[in-house]
């Protein structure tokens, strides 16, 4: 059964930095590409960023590209995302997602992921 479990929220400053944390659990984790996904209260589901299978490929929304940074560790079954510059509109819960599909780039789209962690709160505050 795969399981996702994201650490590292918490309550920043602007400007400040957190790193997320997302540990995954089940199966072969080298083989899924994985994704950061976040949901403000009152608005839908965005995409953040996501990390191909292998690494190799990362995509940003507009909005973080250039602040935050999405990498991988296979040896330990995990993925990151470091956020720097951090602003108040990035208050939201984190969440992270994988596909069922292996060997995949990622996507920008939600209903492209199949597994998702429990989300890790993040608040910026001015």
């Known amino acids: 059964q795969v399981q996702l479990v994201e650490s590292g929220g918490g309550l920043v400053q602007a400007g400040g930095s957190l790193r997320l944390s997302c540990a995954a659990s089940?199966?072969?984790?080298?083989?899924?590409?994985m994704g950061w996904f976040r949901q403000a209260p009152g608005k839908e589901r965005e995409f953040a960023a996501s990390?191909?299978?292998?690494?190799?490929?990362?995509v940003y929304a507009d909005s973080v590209k250039g602040r935050f940074t999405i990498s991988r560790d296979n040896a330990k079954n995990t993925v990151y995302l470091q956020m720097n510059s951090l602003k108040p509109e990035d208050t939201a819960v984190y969440y992270c997602?994988?596909?069922?599909?292996?060997?995949?780039?990622?996507?920008?789209?939600?209903?492209?992921?199949?597994?998702w962690g429990q989300g890790t709160q993040v608040t910026v505050s001015s």
């Open positions: 997602a994988s596909p069922r599909r292996t060997y995949y780039s990622g996507s920008y789209y939600p209903s492209n992921y199949d597994y």
């Open positions: 089940g199966r072969i984790f080298s083989k899924y590409a």
């Open positions: 990390i191909s299978w292998s690494g190799g490929s990362t």
